[in-house]
């Protein structure tokens, strides 16, 4: 399955559902309906191949992506609006009752989907 690493404090907003709008300047590649494995990290993985010891927290699935708007802020948690990013709305909320240690690294990634064989999830949205 597909991974998507994210940093402190944004997976945790997002896992319990109150950051609804991740903002990045890229276009994902996933299929609407795709389930993602939402990992958080400490660090901003800059570059590619980079990566580092992360925390599985729910699992995700995208709706539309657009253009990231001013009155997007605080559905993204976001403290500042910049043209020309992309909006990602997260549409639905699979979280991990018993989060786990697991890869992270940039952008997406693929990850074994076997480690989420002892996962207990809560759909929160």
């Excluded at 901003?44 to 995700?60: K, P, R, S, Y």
């Excluded at 500042?80 to 890869?103: C, D, M, Q, S, V």
């Amino acid at each position: 399955m597909k991974a998507l690493s994210i940093v402190w404090p944004a997976g945790t907003q997002i896992t319990n559902g109150l950051k609804t709008l991740e903002i990045r300047r890229w276009q994902p590649d996933v299929r609407t309906g795709e389930e993602i494995l939402l990992v958080e990290n400490e660090h901003f993985l800059t570059v590619d191949g980079q990566e580092e010891v992360g925390t599985a927290l729910a699992i995700i699935t995208l709706g539309e992506i657009r253009e990231f708007r001013q009155d997007d802020i605080p559905k993204a948690c976001a403290s500042y609006y910049e043209a020309g990013w992309l909006a990602w709305e997260i549409k639905t909320i699979k979280k991990i009752e018993n989060p786990f240690p697991t890869r992270a690294a940039r952008k997406f990634y693929e990850i074994d989907d076997s480690v989420l064989n002892a996962a207990r999830l809560i759909i929160i949205l």
